[in-house]
């Protein structure tokens, strides 16, 4: 049942106190990925033809959804902020508004002092443009050593990112004069882990939204074991209370109380 607006907001926090309540002691996913999918629908959706609406709307509201993300004990958060993809395959003008968020909106708010994220880019920053790549490197300069660690992937590409890692652990055993047959009959998955492009570790739990039910490339590698919550609000739509409430389900799968 669609509340009227000034109902909304404030039934919403009575339910956000209670779940955080409910929640209290349950498992949470050390490691959260989020793909924020949707901001343009969200814009046509709000009455706004301008795509560049539903980016900026997107863009801002991550820093949002990372404070809700703090409070609920998450120490990691990864998030699908651009794939190769999408850098080829949309228009300029798009792919321009978009890089020039990630030069400004996205690392100015997570640069801000107190700020609790230490910033990782897992992707090729050689396919932005130099002022964007140099606004992110400065932004995970300011905030290394901070407690909770945030990657961006950016530019990134499923398959480069696995066969780059593989091409590594190769060229390092070349480098030690191993045979070809030393390389084939001690090649490990492990090898393989410690190289991929980041994050560290693996994903327990992502949440896209916008309803698409697809991981699109993802950080495949740390995706293996993740649960998948796929969630029909636009990204600049999602409320703590979504937030909350995929927090519930994961706690359940893991705690065997629900589609176990
Ligand atoms: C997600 O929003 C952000 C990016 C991929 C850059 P979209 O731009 O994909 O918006 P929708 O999914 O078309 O609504
Ligand atoms: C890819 O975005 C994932 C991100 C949000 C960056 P798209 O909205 O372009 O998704 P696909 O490529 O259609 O799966
Ligand atoms: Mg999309």
């Given at each position: 049942m669609a509340l009227t607006p000034w109902l909304r907001v404030p039934i919403d926090r009575l339910l956000v106190a209670r779940l955080r309540r409910e929640l209290r002691g349950s498992p949470?996913?050390?490691?959260?990925?989020?793909?924020m999918d949707g901001n343009r629908r969200w814009a046509r959706s709000?009455?706004?033809d301008d795509v560049r609406f539903g980016h900026r709307a997107g863009a801002e509201h991550l820093d949002r959804v990372l404070g809700w993300c703090a409070s609920a004990g998450i120490g990691a958060v990864s998030v699908y902020v651009l794939s190769v993809d999408n850098i080829t395959k949309r228009d300029d003008a798009q792919m321009a508004f978009l890089f020039h968020l990630l030069e400004t909106v996205i690392p100015e708010r997570v640069r801000r002092p107190g700020g609790a994220w230490e910033l990782?880019?897992?992707?090729n920053l050689d396919l932005v443009p130099d002022a964007t790549a140099r606004a992110l490197k400065k932004a995970v300069a300011a905030t290394r050593g901070r407690p909770r660690r945030l990657t961006l992937a950016v530019g990134y590409d499923p398959y480069g990112d696995v066969a780059d890692a593989v091409r590594q652990v190769l060229w390092e055993a070349h480098d030690r004069g191993d045979s070809l047959d030393d390389i084939v009959q001690?090649?490990?998955?492990e090898m393989v882990d410690?190289?991929?492009?980041?994050?560290?570790?693996d994903i327990d739990l992502i949440?896209?939204?916008s309803g698409e039910r697809r991981l699109s490339g993802f950080f495949p590698w740390r995706s293996v074991r993740s649960e998948l919550i796929f969630c029909d609000i636009y990204w600049p739509g999602f409320r703590e209370l979504d937030l909350l409430r995929a927090l519930r389900t994961y706690a359940r799968r893991r705690t065997g109380t629900l589609g176990r």
């Amino acid at each position: 049942m669609a509340l009227t607006p000034w109902l909304r907001v404030p039934i919403d926090r009575l339910l956000v106190a209670r779940l955080r309540r409910e929640l209290r002691g349950s498992p949470v996913p050390a490691h959260l990925g989020l793909i924020m999918d949707g901001n343009r629908r969200w814009a046509r959706s709000v009455g706004v033809d301008d795509v560049r609406f539903g980016h900026r709307a997107g863009a801002e509201h991550l820093d949002r959804v990372l404070g809700w993300c703090a409070s609920a004990g998450i120490g990691a958060v990864s998030v699908y902020v651009l794939s190769v993809d999408n850098i080829t395959k949309r228009d300029d003008a798009q792919m321009a508004f978009l890089f020039h968020l990630l030069e400004t909106v996205i690392p100015e708010r997570v640069r801000r002092p107190g700020g609790a994220w230490e910033l990782h880019i897992a992707g090729n920053l050689d396919l932005v443009p130099d002022a964007t790549a140099r606004a992110l490197k400065k932004a995970v300069a300011a905030t290394r050593g901070r407690p909770r660690r945030l990657t961006l992937a950016v530019g990134y590409d499923p398959y480069g990112d696995v066969a780059d890692a593989v091409r590594q652990v190769l060229w390092e055993a070349h480098d030690r004069g191993d045979s070809l047959d030393d390389i084939v009959q001690t090649l490990e998955p492990e090898m393989v882990d410690a190289r991929v492009a980041a994050p560290d570790d693996d994903i327990d739990l992502i949440i896209r939204t916008s309803g698409e039910r697809r991981l699109s490339g993802f950080f495949p590698w740390r995706s293996v074991r993740s649960e998948l919550i796929f969630c029909d609000i636009y990204w600049p739509g999602f409320r703590e209370l979504d937030l909350l409430r995929a927090l519930r389900t994961y706690a359940r799968r893991r705690t065997g109380t629900l589609g176990r």
